[in-house]
């Protein structure tokens, strides 16, 4: 039942910025866009989320496509400690839950 | 910066034993919820508790698993008679409210030999 399409994995350059795609083409009106990632085995952390808008704060922006059938998580300048899997989630704001998927192995390479 | 709190880091325990493990969720929250992650794995929604009461339960939480928040910090999550499949990170969130962001604590690691 998974709501979210992400890619597998990817490299990025240290320094440079990363942009993590996610398809989520059957979402609803009332569906939030979430990204948590989770760093080895720690706990899931949250990033930003958004629900049509572009999102900006300290770590990341958020663009979600007028249609909001997909968005890009950007983290502007990628560190080696952003290595980490991060999951794009769709939830509504009345679901209790997160669904995690697989989610995008990023390993940021010096 | 508040955080949820998880104890002990690691469990070990014998097959069929009784294991509970602790969470303080950050303490203006109210709703409160436990994931597991088994090795190599998807995280996975167990259950959510709300005002005393469970609000959602997924099919991993058969009647094995309780939750409980005994006093007003804690929220414990017990397994009666753990088998070799319930070895996995069980992590701990909590929410202001229901359509709030849930924040997560670094997790348990249970062992069950």
């Known amino acids: 039942d998974a709501k979210t399409t992400q890619p597998p994995s990817m490299d990025c350059a240290e320094g440079r910025a990363a942009n993590l795609p996610c398809n989520h083409s059957t979402i609803s009106g009332n569906e939030y866009v979430y990204w948590y990632r989770q760093i080895h085995s720690q706990g899931p952390q949250y990033i930003i989320h958004?629900?049509?808008n572009n999102e900006t704060n300290e770590m990341a922006s958020l663009i979600i496509t007028e249609d909001r059938k997909s968005s890009t998580l950007i983290l502007p300048h990628a560190t080696l400690r952003d290595t980490a899997v991060y999951y794009c989630i769709v939830r509504s704001s009345n679901d209790y839950k997160l669904s995690f998927g697989a989610g995008t192995t990023v390993t940021v390479r010096a | 910066e508040p955080e949820v709190t998880q104890t002990p880091s690691h469990q070990v325990t014998q097959m069929g034993q009784e294991v509970i493990l602790r969470c303080v969720p950050i303490?203006?929250?109210?709703?409160f919820y436990w994931y597991r992650q088994i090795l190599g794995q998807k995280v996975e929604f167990l259950v959510s508790f709300y005002n005393n009461e469970i609000s959602e339960k997924s099919e991993i939480f058969d009647d094995q698993f309780s939750v409980e928040r005994p006093d007003g910090s804690n929220f414990t999550l017990k397994i009666r008679s753990t088998k070799l499949e319930d070895s996995a990170m069980y992590f701990c969130?909590?929410?202001?409210?229901?359509?709030?962001?849930?924040?997560f604590g670094a997790g348990t690691r249970l062992s069950v030999l």
């Open positions: 958004g629900l049509k």
């Open positions: 303490s203006n929250h109210l709703y």
């Open positions: 969130a909590s929410s202001a409210e229901v359509e709030n962001i849930q924040y």
